[in-house]
């Protein structure tokens, strides 16, 4: 299993994938247990801590770069969040729970990423969005994309 941290540049406390467990052309499948000192249940909720749906959408799309740049399709790229389409937020994600995170991979080219992903608590559907990621090449990033 590679480690997250060599296939996309997010670091604590914005590293939302814990490990990727497949990672093909078509589909990645990834997990993240958010612990109960996360820095935004200290705010949300505080007496009533719920994982916040942008972070879910978040960990999504880390999950969707981290199996690009595993599975080999792009190499040497950053994915820069463009949309976020369809968004879904069924179920809490409480602290402690870990997320299964499943992303379909729609459309890859060296240019943009497109993805649907879904997250799930011990088999219960949490979230759901689709989203588009621009991708720029780490060697030559000078200014914005």
């Not at 249940?41 to 981290?66: D, N, R, T, W």
């Amino acid at each position: 299993m590679q480690d997250v941290k060599s296939l996309i540049p997010h670091r604590e406390p914005f590293l939302f994938v814990d490990r990727i467990e497949k990672a093909d052309e078509n589909e990645i499948i990834g997990y993240k247990k958010y612990s109960q000192d996360e820095f935004f249940f200290k705010g949300h909720f505080p007496e009533y801590p719920v994982v916040p749906g942008v972070i879910l959408v978040e960990s999504m799309a880390q999950c969707g770069g981290a199996g690009v740049s595993m599975s080999g399709l792009l190499k040497d790229a950053l994915f820069f969040l463009a949309t976020v389409d369809k968004v879904k937020l069924r179920n809490q994600v409480r602290p402690n729970d870990e997320i299964k995170m499943v992303v379909q991979n729609i459309r890859v080219s060296k240019i943009a990423i497109k993805q649907a992903g879904k997250a799930y608590v011990n088999e219960i559907l949490c979230a759901e969005a689709e989203w588009l990621c621009m991708v720029g090449d780490k060697k030559n990033l000078t200014g914005r994309l």
